[in-house]
């Protein structure tokens, strides 16, 4: 058995979007709870470990499969993220379009079904969609000495896109040891002490993948 390859459909999307910006897409139900979460955790780390001016290229969002256009975040959402430093202020709830898919270099979802979803619409999504902790166990495995260094030609732009391009050549290689191994579960009408487990769940999955696109540990 070989290694797969990592086949046309990020080679094709590349061709579409310009090489100046990476556009992370985070995706949960109902875009109020996990998905809001797990995107202002990731601008907050991005920036605390990068600096705001390093980050510009990083484009981070999300949306749900069922989406409250328009809506806040839950409540117990916002605070989870007050607790870790990050900003929950002016988010607003977007239902998950085509045109989300097509702009996103990286879409990772909460669960496999959301996983499926996004790669049931096309857009040669495949190569580019992994649930966080799928993306998480694959970036765990990739030697950093392997990717683009943050600090050359292209930054992190490329170095990102480069982790993505490894991750989908390893995913048939590693897999889950079980179902749930890839799921993070919906916090959605749960007291405040299941939201902050859950906060911590994304934010754990998220330190790997920070540090991997970034080439910057966090702070210890």
Known sequence: MTAPETGRGIAEHRAKHPETSFRILHVSTGNVCRSPITERLTRHALTHRLGTARTSGLIVESAGTWGHEGAPMEAHAATVLTDFGADPDGFLGRELLDEHVIRADLVLTAT?????????????AGLRTFTLKEFTRLVRAIDPATLPDPEEAGGVVERARSLVQAAAALRG???????????????????IT??????????????PVVTALTGVPAPA
């Open 194 to 207: 299941f939201f902050r487990s859950i906060g911590d769940e994304i934010n754990q999955a998220l330190d």
């Open 112 to 124: 496999r079904d959301h996983r499926a979803q996004v790669i049931s619409m096309g857009h040669s």
């Open 173 to 191: 290689w590693l897999l889950a040891p079980n179902e749930e191994a890839d799921e993070v579960h919906d916090p959605y009408g749960a007291p």
